[in-house]
C-alpha cells in the first residue's frame, strides 16, 4: 500500500511519497538490533556491532559505504562527575587543615583554586563538550558509517546534505533509573553544591585577605561538608552504570530512532533519485559516541572539514524521534551554539510544506549536545530535528532501560521522514 502526501502551498510545490513499508522497515530495523545486538554503548563491541548493522543496510540502497575509524575517551564526558567531587572532597580537607594546622591564607588559597578548577570542568567538559580531561581515561575505538547518493549527472558534487543519527546507545542513568522525576533534583544538587561551594571559600578567601572573620562562613562550610558533600558524592560517584557488555539501555529512541530514518531515507531516494537536488550528493551517516559528548561527530567533521566547507554541506540530524510534534533545534551544546538560521528556516518550511506539526526551540540547558553541534560549531550549516518532549517524554525512557523497542512511536518515525523528503524537494542551494 502506498502513501501519497501531496502538499502545496505558495513558497513550496511538493509531492511527497512514502511506502507504508519504509516505516515498517525502520521500526523492524530497530528491533531486529534491540533483540539480536542489544545495547551498545560508546566503544564497546556491541557499538560496533550496531555500526556494521547500519553498514549492512545502507549497501542495500547506496551507492558506496565507507567505515572510518577514530579513538576517544568514551568514559571522559559522563564520567567527569567522579574526578570534580574528588576535587570537591580535597577542597574541603584543605579548608579543615586551614583552621587546624594555621597558615589559613596558603591552604584557603590550594582550596579556592580547586573549587574553581571543579568549576571549569564542568563548564568545559559538561556544559560545552570540550576535551579537558579525556587523557586521565584509556582511549578506545569506535566507528562512523557513511553512506552516498549522487549526483544524478555522475559528476563531482557541487555540494553535499547529510542526514545522520548515532547507533551508540546510552550509560545507564542510575537517577533517572530509579527515581525518574529525581533525576532533575540530583543533577540540581550536583551543580548547586559546585556554586555553593565555590562561593563560600571565595567570600571566605576574600576576608582572609581582609583580616577579617567570619564565623558564618565557617558554619556553612560545615554544613557543606556534612550535608551536601555525602549526597553529592554518592550523586556522582555512581550517576551511571560501568557499561560492560555494551550497557543495559538498549537505545531505541535515541537514538536507532534516528538510524532507522537515516536507512529508510536511503530507500526512498534510491527509489526517488529526483529527489536529490541538482549536483548534490546525498550522505547517510550513522556516528559513534554520540553519547560519549559528540565524539563520533566530532571527529567526522575534523576528519573532512575542507570538503565540508568547500561543497557548502548541510547537515540535517535526527535525534530521539519519540513524539510526533517534532522540534527543530535553532541551537546546540546546552544552547551556546547557533545552528544555521537559514537551515532551521527551511526545515521549518518543510514541516509546514508536510503539514508535521513542528516547532522552533533552543536544546535545553543541561541536556548537552546532539551530532549537529560540531557541524555548527565549525561554521557548517547543520540543523537537529529533535523528538522528545523535555522533561515529560525523558522520564518514560531516557538513559533507561526502558528505552526498548516496545515505546517506538512510528508516526514518529514518519513525521520526520515527510519532513526530510519536504526538505529535498524545496531544498534552495
Known sequence: MIRLYIVSNDLIAMEEIILDEDVDYAYDFIKDVCTNIGPGCPCSPQETARGMKAKEELEKTVD??????????PHAFIKWFQPAVVLAVIAMACFYLSLYLGNELLYSTIAIVIAYVIVLLTILEFVLTKEVIDFMYPKKTSINVAGKLGPLDGEQPKRIIIFSGHHDSALQFTWFQHLRGGYVVAVAILFITVIYLTALLTIRFILLLASIQADWITFQLYIVTWTFLPVTFIIAWFFSEDGKNGGTVPGAIDNLSAVSCVLALGRIIKRHPELIPAGTEIRFVSFGCEEAGERGSVSYVRNHLDELREK?????????????????????????????????????????????????????????????????????????????????????????????????????LLNALKIAVAYLQGFKA
Do not use: W
Open 312 to 412: 557548502d554541506a548541510v547537515c540535517f540530524n535526527f535525534e530521539s524521534l519519540y513524539n510526533p510534534d517534532l522540534t527543530i533545534l535553532k541551537s546546540d551544546s546546552n544552547g551556546f551554539v547557533k545552528n544555521d538560521p537559514a537551515t532551521v528556516a527551511s526545515v521549518a518550511e518543510a514541516a509546514k510544506a508536510a503539514k508535521v506539526p513542528a516547532s522552533i526551540k533552543g536544546f535545553i540547558f543541561g541536556g548537552g549536545g546532539s551530532d549537529a553541534m560540531k557541524f555548527s560549531e565549525y561554521h557548517i550549516k547543520a540543523v537537529c530535528l529533535f523528538g522528545m518532549n523535555v522533561p515529560g517524554d525523558a522520564g518514560i525512557f531516557y538513559h533507561q532501560t526502558r528505552d526498548n523497542y516496545d515505546v517506538v512511536n512510528k508516526e514518529a
Open 64 to 73: 558506496e559505504v565507507h567505515v572510518e575509524e577514530f579513538k576517544c575517551s
